[in-house]
């Protein structure tokens, strides 16, 4: 199947198709913050802005890479970003090999004349380094939308799962050092939904990366997804087999901080409300990450967009404010957040 198509079907799928993990969560309902009846703080005076990356965000939001390089996606991009920039957010964008590869497709990638202020990261998909990807596509892929920094996402389960994926991931790390090396932007690795591991991410400090996005399991499963694109009995039950596959995105977050505490982490998988914003914030985050509820509000309007950006920071403000939390910092105090009774 052509990389057209196969974008078309990713967009098609998740707005129409049930694919949530079937039983795994993201490990959040595990945790909660310790509500304060006297929180001697003014509503209206609570800071959730954040720097990450050398910019500020002033909420601490990520709109998460989703698509591009089909015709739709177009108005969806630049519908996210439009939102991105009224409201001072970060965006990724989805992976840009069809721009580095299909000249006709480069426009579906291009908002910053929608949004010139924001946090803008690209993104290729990391294996493409092990198929001729170099430090030169790299920076191709940031200077097609004069981006901030660059996403190499990692999705191995996802590229065994369909036809005409990528199997050989050997040697790679390696590579990812190098781009980090000499790009001369920031690299930010991303996983696609399964998590990141406190012995990958001790690696990729080792490498050079600038942050990490944990991407854990809990909420798309990308599995799935490629389920409802299957062109095979045999892939359809491979992906339905691994439905459940993953580190949770609370204990993917946890081991990453634990074990890279030097560098920002962006929380994403399954988050889906301010409250789940705030929660990730105060087990370490800088940000955090979000994708299927900006999807659903991109194919309508800019409006929808920001109304799903407004409604996360007033949960955000008003849980730190139960919390008695009046900026970052005060909310990773020791105490505000603890593991939930069973």
Do not use: C
């Given at each position: 199947m052509d990389h057209k198509a196969r974008k078309a079907d990713h967009?098609?799928?998740?707005?129409?198709?049930?694919?949530?993990?079937?039983?795994?969560?993201?490990g959040l309902e595990r945790y909660r913050l310790v509500h304060q009846a006297l929180p001697e703080l003014d509503l209206a005076a609570v800071d959730a802005s954040?720097?990450?990356?050398?910019?500020?965000?002033?909420?601490?939001l990520l709109i998460s890479s989703m698509t591009g390089g089909v015709e739709q996606a177009e108005r969806i991009n630049r519908n996210l970003a439009a939102g991105a920039q009224a409201r001072g957010i970060a965006m990724g964008l989805g992976s840009q090999r069809a721009g580095l590869e299909i000249a006709a497709t480069v426009s579906s990638f291009q908002v910053r004349r929608d949004a010139p202020d924001i946090l803008l990261l690209a993104n290729l998909g990391a294996v493409q380094l092990s198929r001729g990807y170099g430090v030169e596509h790299c920076r191709r892929a940031v200077e097609m939308i004069e981006a901030d920094a660059l996403i190499l996402h990692l999705n191995p389960l996802q590229e065994v799962l369909q036809a005409d994926g990528d199997w050989n991931w050997g040697?790679?790390?390696?590579?990812?050092?190098a781009v980090c090396r000499g790009l001369g932007a920031p690299v930010v690795i991303k996983e696609v939904g399964w998590g990141i591991s406190a012995s990958l991410a001790r690696r990729l400090a080792e490498a050079g990366v600038a942050a990490i996005d944990v991407a854990g399991a809990g909420g798309t499963s990308w599995s799935e997804v490629e389920y409802h694109r299957?062109?095979?009995?045999?892939?359809?039950?491979?992906?339905?087999?691994?439905?459940?596959?993953?580190?949770?995105?609370a204990d993917s977050l946890v081991a990453v901080g634990q074990a890279a505490p030097h560098l920002p982490t962006i929380a994403s998988g399954g988050i889906r409300d301010g409250i789940d914003v705030a929660k990730c914030l105060a087990l370490g985050a800088s940000a955090a990450g979000l994708a299927s509820p900006f999807l659903k509000a991109a194919v309508h309007s800019v409006e929808a967009v920001v109304d799903v950006i407004?409604?996360?920071?007033?949960?955000?403000?008003?849980?730190?404010f139960c919390a008695g939390a009046g900026d970052l910092a005060a909310l990773r105090e020791p105490g505000r957040l603890v593991r939930a009774e069973r």
């Open positions: 967009i098609r799928i998740n707005l129409e198709e049930d694919v949530q993990f079937p039983r795994l969560t993201t954040s720097p990450l990356l050398g910019k500020r965000l002033a909420a601490p040697g790679l790390l390696a590579r990812i050092e299957a062109p095979s009995e045999r892939l359809r039950r491979l992906a339905r087999t691994f439905a459940d596959w993953g580190i949770p995105t407004d409604a996360l920071a007033e949960e955000l403000h008003i849980a730190m």
